[in-house]
């Protein structure tokens, strides 16, 4: 089991930045990816961004330019750092964590940014 607790999100106004944080702990295994899904209210759970254990990213093209996700592999520990928000960034960040078909989700932290 791994579990995942996510810290940080918010309100912002547009143009602000916020920053997202989740540690992972439990059965970590040193090959994995971690990232970010968002889900606004009505609308499917999507990738934000992601980032292996090698250091290789995925980001979603909404996002590309205005985020970026950060590791500390050895804290277990993934970052998200949202800069120019938007309106329709607000949604619900999830922290994943993947690992051979195995999966993992956090809690969930509130992002709203207003206009």
């Known amino acids: 089991q791994v579990q995942l607790v996510e810290s940080g999100g918010g309100l912002v106004q547009a143009g602000g930045s916020l920053g997202l944080s989740c540690a992972a702990s439990g059965s970590i295994f040193s090959i994995n990816v971690m990232g970010w899904y968002r889900q606004a209210p009505g609308k499917q759970r999507e990738l934000v961004a992601a980032m292996y254990s090698s250091g290789s990213t995925n980001y979603a093209d909404s996002v590309k330019g205005r985020f970026t996700i950060s590791r500390d592999n050895a804290k277990n520990t993934v970052y998200l750092q949202m800069n120019s928000l938007k309106p329709e960034d607000t949604a619900v960040y999830y922290c994943?964590?993947?690992?051979?078909?195995?999966?993992?989700w956090g809690q969930g932290t509130q992002v709203t940014v207003s206009s």
């Open positions: 994943n964590y993947q690992h051979r078909g195995y999966v993992f």
